[in-house]
């Protein structure tokens, strides 16, 4: 089982910046996909940003040049830098890691943005 600890969510203005975090314990291994998808109300959950153990990223084209993903192996940690929010990035961001082929979730972290 993995379980995952997400933190860093808030309310910001419009143009503001807020840092997610996410970190990953149980059985997991270096050999994983984690990344961030988010759900607005009313709406399906949608991927924002994702990333490979080698590095590899993936991004929502609604957040390319404004989000940053990241992680850090050894502390089995992910990382969303999220620069030059709009209101419509309001929405709960979810933790998501890819554990030998089982997905897991995290609780959800709340992020307004305020107009």
């Known amino acids: 089982q993995v379980q995952l600890s997400e933190s860093g969510g808030g309310l910001v203005q419009a143009g503001g910046s807020l840092r997610l975090s996410c970190a990953a314990s149980?059985?997991?291994?270096?050999?994983?996909?984690m990344g961030w998808y988010r759900q607005a109300p009313g709406k399906q959950r949608e991927l924002v940003a994702l990333?490979?153990?080698?590095?590899?990223?993936n991004y929502a084209d609604s957040v390319k040049g404004r989000f940053t993903i990241s992680r850090d192996n050894a502390k089995n940690t992910v990382y969303l830098q999220m620069n030059s929010l709009k209101p419509e990035d309001t929405a709960i961001y979810y933790c998501?890691?890819?554990?030998?082929?089982?997905?897991?979730w995290g609780q959800g972290t709340q992020v307004t943005v305020s107009s």
């Open positions: 998501y890691v890819n554990e030998l082929g089982r997905d897991y």
């Open positions: 990333i490979t153990s080698g590095g590899r990223t």
């Open positions: 149980g059985r997991i291994s270096r050999f994983n996909a």
